[in-house]
Nanobody, 123 residues
Framework: QVQLVESGGGLGQAGGSLRLSCAAS????????MGWFRQAPGKEREFVAA????????DYPDSVKGRFTISRDNAKNTVYLQMNSLKPEDTAVYYC????????????????WGQGTQVTVSS
């Protein structure tokens, strides 16, 4: 049984930083590209970051590029999202997802999802 468990969410201040973690189990972690998505209240879930199987390729939308960094530790079956220069509009539930071999910005390309962790950024 595949499980993805996010942690590290909480309350942050504008201009501050938070680091999310996602621990994976039940899958061969290095086979899967990994991604982060988020969903703000009243909005659709959107792509935040993706990383290839061994970390050589990353992808971000313009809204977080230069502020967020995705990384992974295959020895620990964990993917991270370092969020710097936080903005109130970053407030959302953040989801970790395990995909296929190649990185993707498309939600339907992801096979497994975590339960999400709330990130709230105050101004």
């Amino acid at each position: 049984q595949v499980q993805l468990v996010e942690s590290g969410g909480g309350l942050g201040q504008a201009g501050g930083s938070l680091r999310l973690s996602c621990a994976a189990s039940g899958l061969t972690f290095s086979v899967n590209a990994m991604g982060w998505f988020r969903q703000a209240p009243g909005k659709e879930r959107e792509f935040v970051a993706a990383i290839s199987r061994y970390g050589g390729t990353t992808d971000y939308p313009d809204s977080v590029k230069g502020r967020f960094t995705i990384s992974r530790d295959n020895a620990k079956n964990t993917v991270y999202l370092q969020m710097n220069s936080l903005k109130p509009e970053d407030t959302a539930v953040y989801y970790c997802a395990a995909g296929r071999i190649y990185t993707s910005v498309v939600q339907n390309d992801y096979l497994y999802w975590g339960q999400g962790t709330q990130v709230t950024v105050s101004s």
